[in-house]
Structures are given as C-alpha cells and as structure tokens.
C-alpha cells in the first residue's frame, strides 16, 4: 500500500506561482509512475501532468503544457508540480497518484490505471 500526502495549495493572484508536492510512503516509491489530477468545483476531474518511474518520461495536458512543470526525487519519494503563470480556471483541489504504468496520452481518456491516491489541497487562483 502506498499512502499519498499532498501540500502546497493555497491562495494565489492570477500570474503567480505555486509549487506542490507529494510525499509517498509505505512502498518502493520508485516503481511507481505518478502523476496529478484536479477537479475544480462541479467539474470532473481531469488529468493535469504524469512522470515516469524514472522522471526520464513527461506528459502534459494541453491546458497547462508549457506552464506546469512536473519532476519527482525518488530519494526523497516526492513528486512535484511547479505551478507558473496561473490562471482563474486552475482553481481546483489537487490530487496525486501513482500507478504501475507511464501512460502518457491515455491520461488523457481516462485509462490513468492509478492505484493510489491522495487527499488533495486546494488551489485557489483569484483576481
């Protein structure tokens, strides 16, 4: 079993910045590969960014590719959304997990395969 901690949410303007981050315990950290998911009020959740086991592999949904920067330190089993030039509608609480398999654009359709999750901590970008 692996247990998921996320921390760094908070309140934010728009254009600044935050960092999240995702401490694992409880398993090889390593084996895994990880990513984060949002839901923002009364919208499903979608898939935001996934990292490999190795941190070698990245994917990025459209709407934060170029914005969003994940990367994990499997030392540490931590992983890590760096948050830049955020915007109103990246308001949402904010979930990690950590799967078997490096999906990629299957994020995207919803085959995430994640068998663990996170609580969340909510990000809240205002005006």
């Known amino acids: 079993q692996v247990q998921l901690v996320e921390s760094g949410g908070g309140l934010v303007q728009a254009g600044g910045s935050l960092r999240l981050s995702c401490a694992a315990s409880?398993?090889?950290?390593?084996?895994?590969?990880m990513a984060w998911f949002r839901q923002a009020p009364g919208k499903e959740r979608e898939f935001v960014a996934g990292i490999s086991w190795s941190g070698v592999s990245t994917f990025y949904s459209d709407s934060v590719k170029g914005r969003f920067t994940i990367s994990r330190d499997n030392a540490k089993n931590t992983v890590y959304l760096q948050m830049n030039s955020l915007k109103l509608e990246d308001t949402a609480v904010y979930c990690c997990?950590?799967?078997?398999?490096?999906?990629?654009?299957?994020?995207?359709?919803?085959?995430?395969?994640?068998?663990?999750w996170g609580k969340g901590t909510l990000v809240t970008v205002s005006s």
């Open positions: 409880g398993h090889t950290f390593s084996n895994y590969a």
């Open positions: 997990a950590a799967g078997p398999v490096f999906l990629g654009s299957g994020w995207l359709i919803g085959a995430n395969g994640m068998e663990h």
